[in-house]
């Protein structure tokens, strides 16, 4: 059983640029999470999100940042016009969400590690 | 907004020595995590923590969570080498939104 993945692992680019991440959950897990973390510091929640749908995006920037999770493919984290600011590791992490359940453990991918010039 | 504490955020120490990271966190909730990360990898699951008085030992690590006290703990007994890391607590809240401490950067020296 495949763990979470995550491409590309590491991504550069320039000032101004998008820069793209994509995050394919555990088979069997529907719900998926962003976090960012910049250096020496720890994991900040960004977004949570259902097939098709945003559930929590309070941690996300107002602007340049969105993140989808389409019917059919990975999820998707988007970084229009990006800026030194923004050079993190980028991790994403899924659940099979059962909150009802006595268990809500989110499994973490490899990160991308995003590095603007 | 919910904050989480970690301390220390360094900790050197040798070889088969005992220590406690602690993690402080300022809203109720009834579920705590641990996890490991190497540099430059993610992160590894290391204990869940559910309800209040909750132990669980693996290892050379013991984690155990007081939700009164809205306080967890991680032991390390005789420390190894390979145990070096950063650990980070994580505290469950709203159902999946999960708060980070800043990690604590251990280093265990020969």
């Known amino acids: 059983n495949a763990g979470v993945m995550q491409n590309p692992r590491h991504l550069v680019r320039r000032r101004g640029q998008e820069a793209r991440l994509r995050c394919s959950p555990m088979?069997?897990?529907?719900?998926v999470y962003w976090y960012r973390q910049l250096p020496e510091e720890g994991l900040k929640f960004m977004v949570y999100?259902?097939?098709?749908?945003?559930?929590?995006e309070s941690g996300m920037p107002k602007e340049r940042f969105s993140a989808e999770f389409p019917k059919e493919g990975p999820s998707i984290l988007r970084i229009q016009q990006v800026v030194r600011g923004d050079s993190a590791a980028y991790f994403c992490?899924?659940?099979?969400?059962?909150?009802?359940?006595?268990?809500?453990?989110?499994?973490f991918g490899p990160g991308t590690r995003l590095t603007v010039l | 907004e919910l904050k989480v504490e970690q301390n220390p955020l360094f900790l050197s120490m040798q070889e088969g020595k005992n220590y406690t990271i602690y993690c402080n966190y300022s809203?109720?909730?009834?579920?705590l995590y641990w996890y490991r990360q190497d540099p430059g990898k993610s992160l590894e699951s290391l204990f869940v923590l559910l309800s209040n008085g909750a132990v669980k030992q693996e290892g050379r690590l013991m984690a155990s969570l007081d939700t009164k006290a809205r306080l967890s703990t991680l032991h390390i007994t005789a420390a190894v080498h390979d145990l070096s890391a950063t650990y980070f607590c994580a505290v469950g809240y709203n159902f999946n939104k999960f708060y980070f401490g800043s990690g604590t950067k251990l280093n265990v020296k020969p």
């Open positions: 992490a899924s659940s099979i969400n059962d909150w009802t359940g006595p268990y809500n453990e989110q499994f």
């Open positions: 999100l259902q097939k098709e749908n945003i559930i929590d």
């Open positions: 809203t109720t909730s009834d579920r």
């Open positions: 088979k069997g897990h529907s719900h």
